[in-house]
């Protein structure tokens, strides 16, 4: 179902299954089967038709831009030009989450972290990475649990009582993505220090 609902079908069509629908001459399964929707969207509609009876119809859905207040944006123009600044320091890239909370703390407004994103890339203070850019593509999947085992090490601080760094060997199963098994090389383990 790659096309969406007002290119697929005719709007009387659409409007005889809602009707049915409401008349409880047909199922919830039957009606969203013949509009080929799930039950929350198949509502959602059923919903704007009741609304919008006389005047209803089925058009693609209207998407208006978000505007962000002037002192929001001003905001974002300030913190982006310091994080450019600082970014020979930093890892080269931004935190957009970090800026989504501080915009939401400051002015009440949550905006997305990739509408930020976004917005500094349109606005010239980020430019994207070639591994953001790029689409990420399934190599396989497993048919069921125990098809194939992933096995990874982490060079971390995972005991800081301990000190230094420790190499965590960790088994994860694809399928379930439940821990299989994990090992602490034994000299990293010393259990009478907790």
Known sequence: ?????????P??????????FNDHRMTERQACTLLGLKRGRM??????????????TLSAPHRTAHRWSASLTAWLHQECRYLQAQVAHGRGR?????LAESAHQRFGVLPSDSGIRRWAIRAGYYQQ?????GKTYVRWETAGPGALWHHDTSHHCWLPRRGGYQDLILTQDDYSRRIVGWRLPADAVDLSAW
């Not at 709007?11 to 049915?20: D, P, T």
């Not at 931004?94 to 970090?98: I, P, W, Y």
């Open 11 to 20: 709007q009387a069509f659409v409007e005889e299954i809602l009707e049915a």
């Open 94 to 98: 931004f935190n957009f989450a970090v």
């Open 43 to 56: 509502y959602e509609l059923r919903g704007e038709w009741l609304r919008h009876r006389g005047a209803w």
């Open 1 to 9: 179902m790659g096309q969406q609902l007002y290119r697929r079908l």
């Open 129 to 133: 990475t070639r591994a953001e850019i």
